[in-house]
């Protein structure tokens, strides 16, 4: 009796330390299955990146360098952000970190060709890599591959986090440097959301373009598979939102060059937009012998044009001298006021619009999950309440500026469109005014789309808002007003 009950005692031991069958596509199959105990020698307790590095080895994920040294400065290329991607891939789903590779062994190859095959063979990735692979990996590239490298529903989505990031990206205060326009944007606000990044710095900037030490890499890659590890910033929204400190300058996307003596339109329109964004209302330009009457008429009239373009900055008019050196000075002004008066109405009018789109953000009415498209509805719809059309205004009405509607609540077209542009700005939304001899309205990119859009038109019934004018068409603006 005593001899069977020791034999199944130690069947049971063996049982017990038989390994467990790996699940497929499982977090459980991160799992730390070593131990580290110094085994790279430029890894101390006091680095920077210790508790990652030591976690991956530990995950099983890397070995170190054959100088028995991590290389924790050391940059990385391409080709090895895909070996480590599709070793996380493969512990996931297989739970070894090289059994997924090892379908794609052929010998001779590069050592990070089967890892790379696997990848597309999981759909991760494409081809969109080729040509780089022995390259330094940018931040960018790593945060693509790595994004999608897992399922997010294997990823950390703590959605306190999540809505952080969201929020704190939408204030346009927080990752600066990750715009519309930056090369895999979604990847790298992914690595944010899942607590895989946080930035390199008190306002989170990701520095897309810069290329991404090991040591840094192994933070990224162990957030992915130790929850434990994953980070949050500590960032303060409380007044992310405010477009308080906002300059008229500031409002001005397109900076412009400025250009002593433009020849063409565009070059013109180049030298206004550089004068607005330096706060100025006045621009010299020097066309020594060629400053013929006709000439600075046409630059006068190219120029009006273009300030008219940014209503919102309540310039409507223009003064031009020139002398026998072919120093052309405009100066531009509201025909409305005096200098004085309207640098007054120019301060009352920025401080007026931050108000409301202030006041706005606290009441909720606007909140980071919106689009440009609900933004600018609901300023839309803020303007055509709280305006009246200035019926009665005659050529020199201030209801020609924004400042009057603001101020007075009426306005006439320039100052319903110059009011409305202002509140678009201030949300990093890209408008210009559009105008034909007797009217004037928005043209806005909307979440990438270009709109026209008449807040005038809108507000005509005098009862309701009227969204038959908002975000149309071209073909539909110019069924109601051709330019």
């Excluded at 054959?66 to 090895?80: A, K, R």
């Excluded at 897992?150 to 440097?177: H, M, V, W």
Aim: a negative charge; proline letters at 1%; glycine letters at 8%.
């Amino acid at each position: 009796m005593k001899k069977r009950i020791l034999s199944l005692l130690l069947v049971f031991a063996l049982v017990l330390t038989l390994p467990a069958m790996a699940a497929s596509n499982s977090t459980g199959n991160f799992v730390r299955t070593k131990s580290y105990a110094g085994q790279f020698s430029d890894l101390t307790t006091a680095s920077t990146f210790y508790d990652n590095v030591s976690a991956l080895y530990e995950y099983g994920l890397s070995v170190g360098k054959v100088n028995g040294t991590f290389g924790l400065t050391d940059s990385v290329t391409v080709s090895q952000i895909i070996i480590f991607a599709a070793r996380i891939r493969s512990l996931y789903a297989l739970g070894d970190p090289e059994s997924g590779a090892g379908r794609y062994q052929v010998s001779g190859e590069a050592v990070y060709i089967p890892y790379l095959r696997y990848l597309q063979a999981e759909g991760i990735l494409g081809s969109e890599l080729e040509g780089t692979y022995e390259s330094a990996a940018t931040r960018a590239t790593v945060a693509h591959v790595l994004a999608n490298t897992l399922p997010t529903s294997a990823l950390n989505a703590d959605e306190g986090r999540i809505s952080l990031i969201t929020q704190a990206y939408a204030s346009r205060k927080f990752i600066t440097d990750v715009t519309d326009y930056t090369d895999y944007q979604s990847d790298i606000l992914t690595l944010y959301q899942y607590g895989i990044s946080q930035g390199s710095d008190e306002s989170g900037s990701f520095y897309p373009t810069a290329a991404i030490s090991r040591g840094a890499l192994a933070a990224m890659l162990t957030r992915m598979v130790d929850s434990s590890l994953c980070v949050t910033p500590s960032w303060n929204l409380s007044d992310a939102f405010s477009a308080a400190g906002t300059t008229w300058g500031d409002l001005i996307f397109d900076k412009g060059t400025y250009l002593a003596a433009p020849s063409t339109a565009d070059e013109v329109a180049s030298d206004v937009a550089w004068m607005l964004a330096n706060g100025s209302n006045e621009l010299t330009l020097q066309y020594g012998t060629q400053a013929s009457a006709y000439r600075i008429r046409q630059v006068m009239n190219e120029a009006l044009g273009d300030v008219k373009s940014y209503c919102e900055q309540c310039y409507n008019a223009v003064n031009v001298s020139y002398d026998s050196t072919g120093t052309v000075t405009l100066k531009f002004s509201a025909a409305s006021c005096t200098v004085s008066e309207l640098t007054s109405y120019r301060t009352y009018t920025l401080e007026a619009a931050i108000a409301v789109h202030d006041a706005l953000w606290d009441s909720g009415a606007i909140t980071a999950a919106m689009s440009d498209y609900e933004k600018a509805k609901i300023y839309y719809n803020w303007i055509c309440q709280n305006c009246t059309y200035d019926s009665g205004a005659g050529d020199y009405s201030l209801s020609h500026i924004a400042y009057a509607l603001f101020k007075n609540g009426t306005a006439v077209c320039d100052g319903y469109t110059g009011a409305y542009d202002l509140l678009l700005k201030l949300e990093g939304i890209d408008c210009w005014a559009l105008s034909n001899d007797n009217h004037i309205w928005t043209v806005a990119t909307l979440d990438g789309t270009e709109y026209h859009i008449d807040t005038t038109w809108g507000d005509s019934s005098g009862m309701y808002t009227d969204y038959t004018y908002f975000a149309m068409t071209a073909a539909q603006s110019w069924s109601y007003h051709r330019w």
